[in-house]
């Protein structure tokens, strides 16, 4: 439905085949009466709006369907948690009073703004109004739109969403009537589905802090645990060294928790071993991955550089990487790979 010139166009989607005959326009009842809850929900809101956040709040924009209500307003800050509350509260106390509707047409505009009439942003009126009225001293705008006779059929009203538009302008989304019904609905479903998951207990909030406490704990056990796998093996790795030429070589494929471990393994042992030249290979999370750590000394003395020779370990693992002359650390996509770095790496030198 669109206005044009003073008339109501409505727009169809196919042109019947006699444009001449006589047509019957049905009003779709339930989808009209869904969109009016939400319109004249946008009357009470906007008031609410005014009453809370303050006289600087105007309209900017405004969508309004049978599923949801949206208003564009002139706000400079993101509302608070207590703001929406207290907006959602008033509008609710306002639905449930169930105010009659007041609708007076041809006011003269003076008249309407001595009224204390909300008139919308940026629109033209003429010289005759229309004033919707929900109660004198509450709400009372300039407004061509439908509305309920009554507040107390709109139901409830829910804010599903607040956020920024541009620059000083808010956006509020709201629900009312079946659709908040249904919000409600879905909630306790999910508030049932964790209680079934946490096995029935007395009070869901604690049974949750419970949890997230305990895989904290846990969380931090295994970190214990996994830094001791990692020095143990570090140990072994160490001993298994191959020593001479003023090198200490250790190649090999091993078992690791994550890349992180890995990086740290590396680093460790070239801090801690003269000569260092390391290269680690490890499935990690599922993933092939490469750490290439050599000693600096070495580096110049030997002209090495592990940003180089990972580069061509890596393609071992259908993977690459990169880093500095002496670390460098790569990934793949080939764990059966892993076995051919530390082949290739034994060719090295
Ligand atoms: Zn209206």
Redesign the pocket.
């Known amino acids: 439905t669109q206005k044009e010139n003073d008339l109501i166009v409505h727009l169809i989607d196919k042109l019947p085949e006699n444009l001449t005959a006589n047509f019957e326009a049905k009003v779709d009842a339930h989808k009209r009466l869904m969109t009016v809850n939400n319109?004249?929900a946008?009357?009470l809101m906007h008031a609410a709006l005014r009453q809370v956040l303050g006289n600087h709040v105007e309209q900017r924009g405004s969508l309004v369907n049978e599923k949801q209500l949206r208003f564009d307003f002139s706000h400079f800050a993101k509302l608070t948690g207590e703001e929406i509350k207290e907006i959602e509260r008033i509008v609710n106390e306002r639905i449930r009073a169930n105010i009659t509707l007041d609708a007076q047409t041809n006011v003269p505009i003076e008249k309407a703004k001595e009224m204390g009439a909300m008139a919308l942003f940026g629109e033209k009126y003429g010289n005759f109004v229309r004033v919707?009225t929900f109660d004198k001293n509450y709400s009372v705008?300039l407004?061509g739109?439908t509305?309920t006779r009554a507040t107390g059929q709109i139901g409830l009203f829910k804010i599903v969403s607040e956020s920024s538009v541009a620059a000083g302008i808010r956006r509020i989304e709201a629900i009312t009537a079946e659709a908040s019904e249904q919000l409600v609905l879905s909630q306790e479903a999910i508030l049932q589905e964790v209680k079934k998951v946490l096995k029935n207990p007395k009070d869901i909030v604690s049974a949750v802090q419970l949890v997230v406490e305990e895989k904290n704990k846990l969380t931090k056990q295994l970190e214990a645990f996994q830094k001791e796998q990692v020095k143990n093996l570090k140990a072994e790795l160490k001993a298994k060294a191959v020593r001479g030429d003023g090198m200490t070589k250790i190649f090999a494929k091993v078992a690791l928790p994550n890349a992180e471990a890995l990086k740290q393994l590396a680093h460790d042992i070239k801090r801690e071993e003269k000569g260092a030249f390391i290269i680690i290979a490890a499935e990690i999370a599922g993933k092939p991955q490469i750490a290439v750590a050599i000693d600096e000394d070495l580096v110049k003395s030997k002209n090495l550089n592990a940003g180089k020779i990972i580069r061509d370990l890596a393609k071992n693992i259908n993977g690459g990487g990169g880093g500095q002359p002496f670390f460098a650390t790569a990934g793949g996509s080939k764990i059966s790979g892993l076995d051919a770095v530390i082949l290739e790496a034994d060719s090295l030198i």
């Open positions: 319109h004249s946008t009357h919707i705008e407004c739109g509305h």
